[in-house]
């Protein structure tokens, strides 16, 4: 217990330097990224995004796990409390930091005057008395070994999870932030040095054992025990558990605030998808509060709740991130020689050292018990955010315009797909030649047909509509309609590359959600396939049937009213007339299109 003590001195004092030299916040990732590199800042980040998921799934088990002490009849059911406490507290953060910062204030002091209660009590009672002796003694399992002392060492070493925290979170601080920040350190090392000294000496006064978990239910807390044994089954004993409970919510709490912030960082230096830099309606980072509340989630219920198998993974992410971020502030004070840099080199290397000793222990005492997975989690970590990062890097190298930048540089090629000559296709080529006024702008439409009157009665009524618009009638005797005219607007997409080719889809949008289904969704189908084609615009002009009128047909002669056409069906631009032209396609389409 003495040398935790020491050690979280040593971490803490080590943290202040990093608050001081990073005021905007210097996480494990910033610092190894800034000053160790990429790798070493990739590696810190994969450690601390495990850490903290595992400091909700922790937090919250420990949580459960204190109330089940007071009511063991909580215990079959810890884990389903667990899950919904972490929605809980999902949703709470998703409201914002200050308004869940004032939520979770309460709990802090309520803990403290019960903790600051427990240890005068207990020490009045058992502290100056000869020490206790245990109510049953269990046979020893294994000998004690130096192994097993360190495994022990290991096991208490995740009491100094959080103490990175705050640098992460210095501007949250009020002005001026690094101050209160490096304050607010020294205040929770000190408070968190006499709580974990004061339960430590009493629970050796007391010959408090740590209960073996039997048949999947863990045993009573240590804390409940010395509480239970100080107080005795009165209220103080359910308000220091109660408090306990709160506090713990409190842990994770934590979490909600530095899990976000660090994906925010990544995200933006495109190492995490850029949904991690979004903030929400109430200014916070929603897209990592979610993930962070899945995820912890998930890890809570696999591991059923139980913290003596969540612990072992717990303690490996958190000095992994400590030796990097020590290490990394090391290196700064060494580059940089800046005013002070003799001392504060001297608490991060001895930080440094501390750290990765502790990490060396965790590794090899708690491998087997679980460690090992966060060994292998990490390295996969680490491979992902890299491929993350040289797609946005390769997105951003091939991001190069596919049509003219300059508005006096497009000419248009429009090309209307339609299946008859009604008010949608009407009113699609009327939007079509709106946007083709250009001299060299040129308007077509394509029908594909497997049925030839059928397309003889079009191609006469488009002559007799004479509406300066060439069109392409595709025989498709195999029934295929998207193919046939994905070739068609390729072919002309490659016979006229110095134009930028308009693709205006004609959509009919029934009144009703469940009339979709009458429809064959035709142009849905070609927005999906025409969205892969480099440099082909894609627009669509949609007709509501709830807004058809009974003088529909008033829509057609008004688009063949004399204005719109001269005199023998002539565009006025060339002022050539135009005949549909027929195109057999007696080719049976690949892969049945």
């Known amino acids: 217990g003495a040398v935790l003590v020491v050690l979280l001195f040593v971490v803490g004092f080590s943290y202040r330097q990093t608050i001081k030299a990073y005021p905007t916040g210097g996480g494990s990732y910033i610092v190894a990224k800034d000053n160790l590199g990429t790798l070493p800042g990739l590696t810190a980040a994969g450690s601390l995004l495990i850490s903290y998921t595992l400091t909700v799934a922790v937090s919250v088990a420990a949580g459960v796990k204190a109330l089940a002490s007071a009511y063991p009849v909580l215990d079959d059911v810890s884990a389903e409390i667990g899950v919904a406490v972490i929605v809980l507290i999902t949703l709470v953060n998703l409201r914002g930091i200050r308004e869940s910062g ?17 240890l005068g009590w207990g020490l009045f009672r058992f502290g100056l008395g000869p020490p206790g002796q245990p109510a049953a003694v269990q046979q020893a399992v294994e000998p004690l070994t130096l192994f097993l002392m360190l495994r022990a060492f290991a096991s208490g070493g995740a009491a100094l999870t959080g103490v990175e925290a ?29 709580t974990f000294s004061g339960i430590t000496y009493l629970a050796n006064r007391m010959a408090i054992v740590p209960g073996v978990a039997e048949a999947g239910h863990e045993a009573e807390t240590v804390v409940s025990q010395i509480a239970r044994g100080v107080f005795g089954d009165t209220p103080p004993y359910y308000a220091m558990q109660y408090a306990t ?88 004070w060494w580059r940089r020689r800046e005013t002070g840099w003799q001392r504060s080199i001297i608490f991060n290397g001895v930080g440094a050292l501390a750290t990765f000793l502790v990490l060396l222990v965790v590794a090899t005492t708690k491998f087997i018990d679980g460690a090992w997975m966060v060994v292998v989690l990490l390295p996969l970590e ?12 390769q997105a951003t190298a091939e991001l190069a315009a596919e049509t003219p930048i300059d508005p006096e540089e497009i000419s248009h090629q429009v090309i209307v797909p339609i299946s008859s000559l009604n008010q949608v296709a009407l009113q699609t080529l009327a939007y079509a030649r709106s946007i083709a006024r250009g001299p060299n702008d040129v308007v077509g439409a394509v029908h594909i047909t497997d049925d030839p009157d059928e397309a003889e009665t079009l191609r006469q009524r488009w002559e007799e509509w004479q509406c300066g618009v060439q069109l392409t009638i595709i025989e498709s005797p195999y029934r295929s309609l998207v193919g046939p ?21 004609p959509e009919m949008v029934p009144a009703h959600w469940w009339e979709q289904v009458l429809h064959n969704q035709t142009a849905l189908r070609l927005k999906a396939a025409l969205l892969f ?36 069906g002539a565009d006025r631009r060339s002022g050539a007339p135009h005949r549909p032209r027929v195109v057999r396609r007696a080719n049976r389409p690949r892969n049945g299109a």
Not at 102 to 118: D, G, N
Not at 256 to 280: C, E, I
Not at 540 to 559: E, F, I, K, Q
């Open 485 to 505: 005219l994905l070739a068609y607007i390729d072919a002309m997409h490659a016979q006229h590359p110095g134009k930028t080719l308009t693709v205006v889809l």
């Open 382 to 393: 680490v491979l992902l955010f890299r491929a993350i990062h040289a797609h946005y890097t």
């Open 166 to 194: 705050i640098s992460d979170g210095v501007p949250a601080f009020k002005p001026p932030e690094w101050v209160n920040a490096q304050k607010t350190l020294t205040a929770m090392v000190v408070i968190l040095a006499i």
């Open 102 to 118: 004032t939520i979770f204030m309460l709990p802090t002091y309520v803990f403290l005057v019960c903790m600051a209660a427990l």
């Open 245 to 332: 409970f709160l506090i713990l919510f409190l842990a994770a709490n934590t979490a909600y605030s530095d899990f976000p912030r660090l994906a925010y960082f990544l995200g933006r230096d495109k190492f995490l998808p850029h949904q991690f830099t979004f903030r929400g309606d109430r200014l916070a980072f929603s897209v990592g509060i979610v993930v962070l509340g899945i995820a912890s989630s998930l890890v809570l219920w696999s591991f059923g709740g139980s913290i003596s198998r969540l612990i072992p993974l717990y303690a490996f992410g958190v000095f992994s991130a400590f030796t990097l971020s020590q290490s990394g502030m090391v290196m700064r």
């Open 533 to 568: 084609r480099p440099g082909i615009v894609v627009a669509d002009v949609p007709y509501h049937l709830r807004r058809r009128s009974a003088n529909g047909a008033a829509l057609v002669r008004a688009a063949q009213k004399p204005e719109a056409r001269t005199p023998n």
